[in-house]
């Protein structure tokens, strides 16, 4: 699929329903019904520190750093909608952040070799370019700068519950493009890439990986009570992923 149609499909969608989506999966969460940033403590002390958000919707996660004593905040997002409410929200909560309109995987004047942590929450599927993507991510970074990324686990796109059974709907090795419904009745274009993949882009570069969490929140699974099917999903298998990687 071309990727030009891709960018202009998904930046349609998110230009027309961002205040559906304002302060949805922001740190400290990193996926719903998944572990949070204060359970696993993967930024450690950002305090003085120079980050990057790709893909930072809303701004809520640039406000959580900020809040923890970030001393730069960046955010790269490719609508112009959700840019204009984190501008909003960020100066309605005494910050400022330089934000830059553009697809992750184009060059967009971000500097080099400048961020000592860049991240990215449940927004990095949406490249069309992951390897690009991860190489460019890497530039940005000092060395030994950190970059953190969560995203959908792509079993949770092949396997359905049904009762106490996990049924597979879609072939875990398919990352062809396809159409998403969204909330309402809207559509984007997503793929589902294999953990190899990212594990091996992020190799390629130039990075190696610090940790890679699969975990439902905690409170999840020891729930017991009023189990909906997605929390009993959640239960059984994990509905997102999160890596830690360190430049090199």
Request: glycine residues 6%; aromatic residues 12%; charged residues 25%.
């Amino acid at each position: 699929m071309n990727n030009e149609k891709i960018h202009e499909v998904n930046k349609d969608y998110w230009n027309t329903n961002t205040d559906q989506w304002f302060g949805v999966t922001a740190l400290p969460q990193y996926g719903t019904l998944f572990a949070t940033e204060e359970e696993l403590n993967l930024f450690g002390n950002v305090k003085g520190a120079k980050l990057l958000e790709i893909g930072c919707g809303s701004g809520h996660s640039l406000k959580y750093q900020g809040d923890h004593g970030a001393a730069e905040l960046w955010g790269l997002d490719m609508s112009s909608s959700q840019l204009e409410n984190a501008k909003k929200y960020l100066r309605e909560n005494n910050y400022t952040a330089k934000l830059i309109c553009s697809p992750m995987e184009e060059e967009c004047g971000i500097p080099k070799d400048y961020f000592d942590f860049v991240y990215s929450i449940y927004a990095i599927g949406w490249t069309t370019d992951l390897e690009n993507t991860f190489v460019k991510i890497a530039s940005y970074l000092k060395k030994d700068g950190i970059f953190i990324f969560s995203w959908q686990h792509p079993l949770h796109s092949c396997v359905s519950i049904d009762e106490d059974k996990l049924l597979f709907g879609r072939s875990y090795f398919d990352e062809a493009w396809f159409t998403q419904p969204m909330p309402g009745e809207s559509t984007a274009l997503l793929c589902s890439r294999k953990v190899s993949t990212y594990i091996n882009a992020l190799s390629k570069a130039g990075f190696v990986i610090e940790q890679m969490v699969e975990q439902t929140h905690s409170d999840i699974l020891n729930k017991i009570e009023e189990v909906s099917r997605k929390i009993k999903k959640a239960q059984m298998l994990p509905l997102s992923f999160v890596f830690k990687a360190r430049k090199l």
